[in-house]
């Protein structure tokens, strides 16, 4: 990895042919060629457009103003698309690797999501014993079954950190099961880690019949229904919530067992998501003040601009 690396700065940086490459390094061209492949294929290498766009901070302004955030970024994506996980997750990838710099120990809350998952596969690998990864929700079905969202023990990987996952269901069969799995002194020092933490980092989900809580088996075909009707339009670490932010009466929340914050977001709470389905949720969670941090790309500012 070290070879690949030094292959790919000459390349990319230093703009050297292969051939020079490969005589300074003293191993073939084609070998030069694997090296760089793999420095690609390990994100060792990405590209980052440092003109900044007008129009793109002239919407992150609008919605700091809007919502009143402590951070925002919105990134470019193509004309007309109608979701931008890969551009969101690279700029949520910058934003999250300026945060872990730091030397002193730092405690992360990492909830899931298709763009948080993006964002750990496109973190570079890093050497960060001394933070701490912990999950904000479960990562399994009522019969077992992992779910492919599990970012945090994926993101502790790239970071050489320490992980404390949520190994349980998302939501329980019964009441009593839940009050049993949170009694267990494990979900007791998870419970502690994430209200230390010193940041909050989690993708955000919609209501329908592509629900991501439903589709992947988490809650029933029934209990998304009644989620709707009590008039959720969408999901923060499995909660639902309505639009005006506030957390709806779904039959399932009773056992929920994620660490769901209520109150208003008392230090970074980021959410990382991009797509037409998802901005009323987006939208919702920050005018409830669920969260004070968004990386998004440009078409879904604007949807969460265009309404109040």
Same mark, same amino acid.
């Given at each position: 990895?070290?070879?690949?690396?030094?292959?790919?700065?000459?390349?990319?940086?230093?703009?050297?042919?292969?051939?020079?490459?490969?005589?300074?390094?003293?191993?073939?061209?084609?070998? &030069?060629?694997?090296?760089?492949? +793999?420095?690609?294929?390990? !994100?060792?290498?990405?590209?980052?457009? #440092?003109?900044? *766009? $007008? =129009?793109?901070?002239?919407?992150?302004?609008?919605?700091?103003?809007?919502?009143?955030?402590?951070?925002?970024?919105?990134?470019?994506?193509?004309?007309?698309?109608?979701?931008?996980?890969?551009?969101?997750?690279?700029?949520?990838?910058?934003?999250?690797?300026?945060?872990?710099?730091?030397?002193?120990?730092?405690?992360?809350?990492?909830?899931?999501?298709?763009?948080?998952?993006?964002?750990?596969?496109?973190?570079?690998?890093?050497?960060?014993?001394?933070?701490?990864? &912990?999950?904000?929700?479960?990562? +399994?079905?009522?019969?077992? !079954?992992?779910?492919?969202?599990?970012? #945090?023990?994926? *993101? $502790? =990987?790239?970071?050489?950190?320490?992980?404390?996952?949520?190994?349980?269901?998302?939501?329980?069969?019964?009441?009593?099961?839940?009050?049993?799995?949170?009694?267990?002194?494990?979900?007791?020092?998870?419970?502690?880690?994430?209200?230390?933490?010193?940041?909050?980092?989690?993708?955000?989900?919609?209501?329908?019949?592509?629900?991501?809580?439903?589709?992947?088996?988490?809650?029933?075909?029934?209990?998304?229904?009644?989620?709707?009707?009590?008039?959720?339009?969408?999901?923060?670490?499995?909660?639902?919530?309505?639009?005006?932010?506030?957390?709806?009466?779904?039959?399932?929340?009773?056992?929920?067992?994620?660490?769901?914050?209520?109150?208003?977001?008392?230090?970074?709470?980021?959410?990382?998501?991009?797509?037409?389905?998802?901005?009323?949720?987006?939208?919702?969670?920050?005018?409830?003040?669920?969260?004070?941090?968004?990386?998004?790309?440009?078409?879904?500012?604007?949807?969460?601009?265009?309404?109040?």
């Amino acid at each position: 990895m070290d070879l690949a690396a030094r292959a790919a700065w000459l390349y990319y940086f230093k703009s050297r042919t292969q051939e020079q490459i490969a005589t300074e390094l003293n191993v073939s061209r084609q070998i &030069v060629q694997r090296l760089i492949a +793999l420095a690609n294929s390990e !994100r060792l290498i990405r590209f980052q457009l #440092v003109h900044p *766009l $007008a =129009e793109t901070i002239e919407l992150a302004e609008r919605l700091r103003d809007r919502f009143e955030l402590v951070y925002c970024d919105v990134c470019l994506n193509e004309g007309g698309s109608t979701e931008d996980i890969p551009s969101v997750a690279s700029q949520a990838t910058f934003y999250l690797e300026n945060i872990i710099q730091q030397k002193a120990p730092l405690t992360i809350g990492i909830g899931s999501g298709g763009a948080m998952r993006e964002l750990a596969r496109r973190l570079p690998p890093m050497d960060r014993p001394q933070h701490r990864c &912990v999950s904000l929700m479960g990562n +399994l079905t009522r019969d077992g !079954r992992a779910t492919h969202y599990d970012v #945090v023990t994926r *993101l $502790a =990987e790239r970071l050489n950190a320490q992980c404390y996952p949520l190994p349980m269901p998302v939501v329980t069969n019964t009441i009593e099961e839940r009050a049993v799995l949170k009694a267990q002194s494990g979900y007791g020092v998870l419970r502690s880690l994430v209200e230390e933490a010193t940041l909050l980092i989690m993708g955000i989900g919609y209501w329908g019949a592509d629900a991501t809580l439903y589709r992947d088996g988490f809650i029933t075909a029934a209990e998304t229904a009644q989620a709707m009707e009590a008039g959720g339009v969408g999901e923060l670490l499995g909660c639902a919530i309505s639009a005006e932010g506030k957390i709806v009466d779904a039959d399932y929340h009773d056992r929920l067992t994620s660490f769901i914050r209520t109150q208003p977001a008392d230090r970074p709470t980021t959410i990382v998501a991009s797509g037409v389905f998802r901005a009323p949720a987006i939208r919702a969670a920050l005018k409830g003040k669920l969260a004070n941090s968004l990386i998004t790309d440009e078409n879904t500012a604007r949807l969460i601009l265009s309404s109040g």
